[in-house]
């Protein structure tokens, strides 16, 4: 499975923007699928994440209420719409796809390239 990012760019504080991972390859076995991110010289840290079918999603405590994911499994593909956008929120984003192997059983997660986001005060 290959994930691209795609979206990433230059925004101002309070703006915008909507990121995209696009799957190909052997999507049949995607499960949950995620956005992380990693800022320089800090840790990756989950942005946020939705199940297989979408109608469960999880957001990190400081993007909630800014930030939604969604995916459209018939273009497998998922978003990230970015509102409200802060400095602090600056950083390389990653896309992430769980690897289903079978009920019960997971291979390692695919993981994008990821794209930049830089947010200017």
């Known amino acids: 499975v290959q994930l691209v990012e795609s979206g990433g760019g230059l925004a101002q504080a309070g703006g915008s923007l909507n990121l995209s991972c696009a799957a190909s390859g052997r999507t049949f076995s995607l499960g949950a699928m995620g956005w992380y991110r990693q800022a320089p010289g800090k840790q990756r840290e989950l942005v946020a994440l939705?199940?297989?079918?979408?109608?469960?999603?999880n957001y990190a405590d400081s993007v909630k209420g800014r930030f939604t994911i969604s995916r459209d499994n018939a273009k497998n593909t998922i978003y990230l719409q970015m509102n409200s956008l802060k400095p602090e929120d600056t950083a390389v984003y990653l896309c992430?796809?769980?690897?289903?192997?079978?009920?019960?059983?997971?291979?390692?997660?695919?993981w994008g390239k990821g794209t930049l986001v830089t947010v200017s005060s």
């Open positions: 992430n796809a769980q690897n289903v192997l079978g009920p019960g059983y997971y291979g390692m997660d695919y």
């Open positions: 939705i199940s297989s079918g979408g109608g469960s999603r």
